[in-house]
Nanobody, 121 residues
Framework: QVQLVESGGGLVQPGGSLRLSCAAS????????MRWFRQAPGKQRELVAA???????NYADSVKGRFTISRDNAKNTVYLQMNNLNPEDTAAYYC???????????????WGQGTQVTVSS
């Protein structure tokens, strides 16, 4: 069984920083792309950032220059460093990963449970 667990959310003032982590655990053979999504109340879930196993990244225009996605393949963990946060970044943040489980030939997308980020003074 595969599980993704996020951590690092919280309340921060505008201009502040937070670092989110998402660790994958369980019977994992390999992890290809890993992503961070976010969903604000009343809005659709949107892709924030993505990273391939080789470290190629892409970002939503709204976070370019402020957010940095990275990963530690040895720890099956993806990170999202968020700087210069503003109230529009307030949302539940979800990690997503393409994982091949042990003894499986198929790759499935797994989701974490989400972590809340609130930017407010």
């Amino acid at each position: 069984q595969v599980q993704l667990v996020e951590s690092g959310g919280g309340l921060v003032q505008p201009g502040g920083s937070l670092r989110l982590s998402c660790a994958a655990s369980g019977s994992i053979s390999s992890i290809s792309s890993m992503r961070w999504f976010r969903q604000a109340p009343g809005k659709q879930r949107e892709l924030v950032a993505a990273i391939t196993r080789d470290g190629v990244t892409n970002y939503a225009d709204s976070v370019k220059g402020r957010f940095t996605i990275s990963r530690d393949n040895a720890k099956n963990t993806v990170y999202l460093q968020m700087n210069n946060l503003n109230p529009e970044d307030t949302a539940a943040y979800y990690c997503n990963a393409d994982i091949t489980a042990l003894f499986s030939r198929h790759t499935w997308g797994y989701w974490g449970q989400g972590t809340q980020v609130t930017v407010s003074s």
